[in-house]
């Protein structure tokens, strides 16, 4: 059972969460360089079956998106984020984040992409919910649709938010 110190403890860590739409993330705003001048080596070698293991950071296995992006998973929690890990100076914090988050979700179907930043001088949680069974996204509170459902006709209707949410998931 949870004292009242931990229930405000969590609902604080809660009030620190903006849900935000994917696109809205760093990381679809991040430039993949790619070097002119560097030979593209697709050769496969004989028999190679091996595979190495990616890097863990605690519970945060690194991972590389096939577009060439970095980020990190966490298997225990299930959650995602595109901050490096190894650069993030409060790690405890992020963690309690993702606890409350999900305590206050219930889904643990329900895969968390977080990502940390400052909003107005304080340490706020971007985030939202990815629910893979139903090919959608969703959040903890209300989200105003209005910049992503903006060229959509009708947007009224649930069938069409849906639609665009699943687009979203995608």
Same mark, same amino acid.
């Given at each position: ?35 002119? @001048?560097?030979?593209? @080596? ?24 096939? *577009? ?26 992020? @963690? ?11 889904? @643990? ?38 910049? *992503? ?22």
């Amino acid at each position: 059972m949870a004292t009242a110190g931990s229930q405000q403890q969590i609902v604080g860590l809660l009030e620190r969460g903006i849900g935000i739409w994917p696109t809205q993330l760093p990381r679809y705003a991040e430039a993949v360089m790619l070097v002119d @001048d560097e030979i593209e @080596d697709t050769l496969v070698p004989m028999k190679e079956i091996n595979y190495s293991s990616p890097p863990m950071i605690r519970d945060w296995q690194e991972l590389v998106h096939p *577009l060439g992006s970095t980020y990190y998973y966490n298997n225990r929690k299930n959650a995602y984020t595109s901050m490096n890990i190894g650069h993030y100076q409060d790690l405890q914090r992020l @963690d309690d984040f993702i606890d409350a988050s999900r305590s206050a979700a219930k889904e @643990d179907g329900w895969v968390l992409v977080v990502y940390p930043t400052i909003f107005m001088g304080e340490e706020r949680f971007q985030y939202y919910y990815v629910v893979p069974d139903h090919q959608i996204i969703a959040w903890l509170e209300d989200m105003d649709g209005h910049i *992503l459902f903006g060229e959509c006709i009708n947007p009224s209707k649930w069938r069409h938010k849906r639609l665009e949410l699943e687009a979203q998931y995608w």
